[in-house]
């Protein structure tokens, strides 16, 4: 059986907002849960395991999810170190600024996500810290929320771009798809291959594959710098077995190879 939180439970009369800051384990969630508030997470630091009932991701450090009431799922660490930033939110909160707001906000019934780097990572956690110690009233809960929901909004998005192409290109940033390559956002459109290539061709530049191949690359990065994983284990990650077309792509994107791009990097990694 699922368990169900309430928000009445976790939150003080008067107070819109709850904070809780986890050392996660990697025991696994059993059984999921939901709550009949919303909830936003960030991954502080190390990987986070999220698990939904028909599908498990990889979060990294700076990944940002906001969870609609209803919602079954759990979390877990991959690895050491894995610490996670949770703020349950009050629904009638959340469903007033989505009144006043609706034409500048997505669809807050189904899972959002986004992903910021390290400098807004460091301001959303002051923000929150702000928020943290006022009263947790509905005005300094907007001013705090309403940055985050519009982070989840669509943005720099052509205006003629279809709907259908958007829903496929945010879907497609969860490496369940992009490890299936171009097929698996092609796949996601219900259209044929050739109608998804001319689209992304005249509306953003881009074939399938090199938008694919950007995701792909984009997440190798993080994973090198956030991570101690071979880099033939991440290669796999990203569904590119075959590492001289993966150091081919990442040095096209990086100007480096991967080993190179940690051994700079990863000694830069902001702990909390």
Not at 18 to 23: C, M, S, V
Not at 153 to 173: G, T, Y
Not at 206 to 213: A, D, G, R, T, V
Request: with cysteine; hydrophobic share 40%; charged share 20%.
């Amino acid at each position: 059986m699922v368990a169900v939180l309430n928000f009445k439970d976790i939150c003080a009369k008067g107070e819109h907002v709850h904070f809780a800051r986890t050392a996660l384990t990697t025991a696994r969630p059993n059984p999921l849960h939901s709550h009949d508030f919303f909830e936003l997470f960030w991954v502080q630091n190390g990987q986070v395991r999220h698990h939904l009932p028909d599908s498990t991701e990889t979060l990294t450090e700076g990944d940002l999810v906001l969870v609609p009431p209803g919602q079954e799922h759990g979390v877990q660490a991959k690895g050491e170190h894995s610490l996670l930033v949770s703020v349950s939110l009050d629904p009638e909160v959340v469903h007033q600024l989505v009144a006043r707001h609706q034409n500048d906000l997505p669809d807050l019934t189904t899972l959002q996500f986004a992903t910021i780097d390290s400098r807004d990572l460091a301001s959303l956690n002051r923000a929150a810290l702000r928020l943290e110690r006022s009263n947790r009233g509905d005005l300094a809960t907007e001013a705090f929320l309403l940055p985050i929901l519009l982070a989840f909004a669509k943005k720099d998005v052509p205006q003629n771009i279809p709907s259908w192409l958007i829903d496929a290109m945010e879907a497609a940033r969860n490496p369940e798809v992009f490890q299936n390559g171009s097929a698996g956002l092609v796949a996601l459109t219900g259209k044929a291959h050739a109608h998804v290539s001319r689209t992304m061709r005249a509306q953003l530049g881009q074939s399938p594959s090199e938008f694919i191949n950007d995701i792909r690359m984009t997440y190798a990065a993080r994973q090198l710098v956030t991570d101690d994983e071979a880099v033939q284990t991440i290669a796999e990650q990203c569904g590119i077995p075959n590492m001289a077309h993966f150091h081919k792509l990442f040095r096209e994107r990086h100007g480096t190879t991967p080993l190179k791009y940690r051994q700079k990097y990863q000694r830069d990694v902001i702990q909390p």
